[in-house]
């Protein structure tokens, strides 16, 4: 009975937060795969393209609920999301018009590239705190939990509980249908055979007929969707905070460096390495270890939260050291 507590301990506190947290990582990683893979630099303005585009979501659903639409047990935000990714892939477009268009056309070097990202990150930051503040906010409606730890706890008669969130069950579920999507596009739509041929060779796919401002578009429009989705989900699961979504850009990279800067596959994979890492190394083990039958002293925790952002650190600085293609064999960094 004890081992069954202790792996539903196990699967409560770190499988499940991690497999969601995952989830969001390797949405966010994908999207920061694929400006890298096509687009050739460095996207430092991710986080904030999840934030500004999370915060639209939100204005959009207090919109909806104002009027009295809702989904039921599901969030409001589900509704509110494809308004949220139109109008910021409006934005980024304008952007990309305004500002990388410019040093594309110049082949300037990725470093240029990355540095006009950071200055785009500064201003999507400033907007975005404009919009909706920096207050913390919680924009969850619907029901709570699919199963909860009284449920579970009655149903199998055993002292450790489990419970689920909607909103982790809906980032898990949402991230497969994601990358489902996704990877048909790629493999066999023809826009996604391009963006992939651009990818590969943009010299020979130019000569091929390939529209390369066709193929920016595209990368920049699925990105931004898979951003936005990306920072909605976080915002679901957790809560919505301007500045938390900066924090989360060291992880999303390291995802992506870990599975292959550059490559789809790695970048999901990536995401759940570091989350899992993550959530493992600043787990206290010390319920678990007493119901396996040790009596330890300590919390049997190797780092507190507060630093689990060094865990993405750790992992990104000995994938560049050891394996910079990372485990499937992206583009090297």
């Known amino acids: 009975m004890d081992i069954l507590n202790a792996l539903v301990a196990i699967l409560n506190f770190v499988v499940i937060p991690a497999a969601s947290y995952g989830a969001q990582l390797a949405l966010g990683a994908l999207g920061v795969t694929l400006i890298y893979g096509i687009l050739r630099f460095s996207n430092f303005a991710h986080g904030d393209t999840m934030a500004f585009g999370a915060a639209l979501v939100i204005l959009i659903t207090w919109g909806l609920q104002s009027i009295g639409v809702s989904l039921g047990p599901l969030p409001t935000a589900l509704l509110a999301l494809p308004f949220g990714i139109a109008l910021t892939a409006v934005f980024i477009l304008g952007t990309d018009r305004v500002v990388y268009r410019f040093y594309r056309s110049k082949r300037s070097a990725p470093i240029i590239l990355v540095m006009a990202s ?183 925790q190797l780092l507190s939260t507060e630093y689990k952002f060094a865990v993405s650190f750790v992992i990104l600085i000995v994938v560049l050291l050891f394996r910079p293609t990372g485990l499937f064999r992206g583009k090297s960094v």
């Open 118 to 300: 950071v200055g785009v990150m500064f201003i999507m930051n400033g907007l975005t705190r404009l919009i909706i503040g920096v207050d913390e906010i919680r924009f969850d409606d619907g029901a709570r939990f699919l199963i909860t730890v009284q449920q579970f706890r009655a149903w199998t008669g055993l002292s450790e509980g489990l419970s689920l969130r909607v909103s982790q069950a809906l980032t898990l579920v949402v991230t497969a249908l994601a990358c489902w999507a996704l990877f048909r596009f790629l493999n066999r739509s023809r826009a996604g055979k391009a963006m992939r041929a651009y990818s590969d060779n943009e010299d020979l796919a130019l000569l091929s007929g390939i529209d390369p401002e066709r193929v920016v578009r595209l990368t920049w429009i699925i990105a931004t969707a898979l951003a936005v989705t990306a920072g909605t989900l976080y915002g679901l699961d957790k809560s919505f905070k301007v500045f938390n979504y900066f924090q989360i850009l060291l992880p999303i990279f390291a995802a992506a460096i870990v599975g292959g800067l550059g490559n789809p596959l790695g970048a999901v994979a990536g995401g759940f390495i570091v989350a899992f890492s993550e959530v493992a190394v600043t787990y206290p083990w010390r319920k678990i270890a007493t119901y396996l039958g040790f009596q330890p002293d300590g919390l049997l």
